[in-house]
């Protein structure tokens, strides 16, 4: 019975030995999210009687015996309570390692040894760290830059910029910088031309596991006090479980949230009630566009923003809305070409008194505008100098390294010979 048992166990050896020549096992990669727990697969053929050790490049992580014994260095302190294996796995032949909340230092090349009476079996874990994309937003700054942000985001991802219609030679300055976790925040401007463009900001992680998209459209619209009025909003293209909010905001003011509506539940809330509405059976199709009804030419002025929200998916409308009282509607009705939007009606003032107001306004105004002009462009110079200088410069953008750093092969290296 012995001879028999110390035979079998021979041969087990032998053909433990011979898989081990044979195929070397391939390394196994991991992609774990940060400050999320993460587990390093390790089997092995269990025992009874294995020491099971952990490494990260060179460096003793933990070590476990199955039978007590002789129990090689303690892990180091700072790892003891982020790092373990799970007993019942182990008389299994399960040895892998659990890391809770892992941080972007965690990365390396692992490496599980398990040291047994069958011989020693090493296996490899290459461990990445990936902090996904969680949101992109747009901003107009005053110099008329529109500027795409986002944060906490890990390794640094890739920025590109189109339009719609498409525009070639799109300027854009990208900075990234690392937070003191490691976390990259993006910050990327780029100059607008015509407020007819659509802006799109993708953002793509390194990894390829996501693509975040964000728009921006500017409008302008002239409505009529009293009159029912429709601002425009169209959802980009197969945006599919969309919730769309759209908010108001007078010159200098907080903005206030008028209305928003969720594809899933097809629920409107209205914080405007009778005074806005939505088109019910359109919104569902991805036309957004916001009634007006009964206009106020103080109350309702200002900027009305329109944003669909779907899956990696952003896109806002931006509308500069001027409400005109009657009177200015009656002093406009006189003025060639005046009036973009609103339509004329047939009451006409035609006393001389207003002509000559109307001819005093029209000369104040030219005057006014030709002044503003003259102080823009001599504005804009000064600016494009600026800009031409800020180009000059290198950019900001800061290369990632988030392959192993150069050292971590040359450890795994040595590691290697060190066992085997
Ligand atoms: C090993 O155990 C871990 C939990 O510790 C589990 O997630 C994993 O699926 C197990 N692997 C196998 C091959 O059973
Ligand atoms: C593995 O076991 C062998 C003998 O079986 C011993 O010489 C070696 O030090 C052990 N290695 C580790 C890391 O426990
Ligand atoms: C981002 O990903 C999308 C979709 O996978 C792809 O079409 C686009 O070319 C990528 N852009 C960059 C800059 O990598
Ligand atoms: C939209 O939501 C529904 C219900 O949650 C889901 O079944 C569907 O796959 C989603 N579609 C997309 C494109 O995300």
């Known amino acids: 019975m012995r001879m028999v048992k110390a035979l079998a166990q021979a041969f087990l050896r032998l053909l433990w030995i011979l898989t081990l020549a044979k195929c070397k096992i391939p390394d196994t990669h991991v992609t774990c999210l940060f400050s999320e727990d993460c587990v390093l697969p390790c089997s092995f053929k269990p025992s009874g009687n294995e020491i099971i050790s952990w490494y990260r490049q060179k460096v003793l992580l933990l ?28 008389s299994r032949g399960n040895a892998s390692l659990h890391l809770s909340q892992c941080g972007i230092k965690d990365r390396g090349r692992y490496s599980c040894l398990v040291n047994s009476t ?18 992109v937003t747009m901003e107009i700054s005053k110099n008329r830059e529109i500027q795409c942000l986002s944060k906490d985001i ?13 525009k070639a ?7 990234m910088a690392p937070n003191t976790e490691g976390l990259y925040s993006v910050q990327s401007k780029l100059r607008m031309f015509e407020n007819t463009l659509t802006y799109v900001c993708t953002i793509n992680s390194t990894y390829g596991s996501q693509s975040w998209k964000s728009s921006l459209q500017e409008g302008e619209l002239i409505g009529e006090a009293g009159r029912d009025l429709s601002i425009p909003c169209m959802a980009p293209q197969n945006l599919q479980n969309f919730s ?3 908010t108001f905001t007078r010159t200098n003011d907080e903005s206030n949230v008028i209305l928003s509506y969720d594809s899933l539940t097809r629920r409107t809330s209205n914080l405007w009630e009778s005074r806005v509405g939505l088109e019910q059976d359109q919104v569902l199709m991805g036309d957004g566009s916001l009634l007006l009804h009964n206009p106020e030419s103080q109350e309702h002025t200002g900027t009305y923003t329109c944003t669909f929200s779907g899956f990696q998916n952003r896109h806002m409308v931006q509308t500069q809305v001027t409400i005109r009282s009657t009177l200015q509607r009656s002093l406009t009705e006189n003025m060639p070409n005046a009036g973009g939007q609103a339509e004329r009606t047939g009451k006409s003032h035609s006393k001389m008194w207003v002509i000559a107001v109307v001819v005093a306004v029209v000369a104040a105004v030219t005057t006014a505008l030709l002044l503003y002009r003259k102080q823009r462009a001599n504005q804009r110079q000064a600016n494009r100098t600026t800009v031409e200088d800020t180009e000059m410069q290198p950019m900001e953008t800061i290369k990632t390294s988030d392959d192993l750093p150069m ?14």
């Open 154 to 166: 890990f390794p640094a991802p890739r920025v590109q910029w189109s339009t719609l219609p498409p």
């Open 407 to 420: 050292d971590n092969c040359q450890l795994t290296a040595e590691h290697n010979n060190g066992h085997t």
């Open 63 to 90: 070590s476990h015996s199955q039978q007590g014994g002789d129990q090689p260095d303690q892990p180091p302190k700072d790892h003891r309570t982020r790092m373990y294996l799970l007993q019942d796995q182990l």
């Open 169 to 175: 030679n799109l300027r854009s300055t990208t900075h």
């Open 244 to 246: 769309l909010t759209w």
């Open 118 to 135: 069958l011989g020693q079996q090493e296996s490899f874990v290459i461990m990445k760290v990936e902090a996904p994309i969680k949101m």
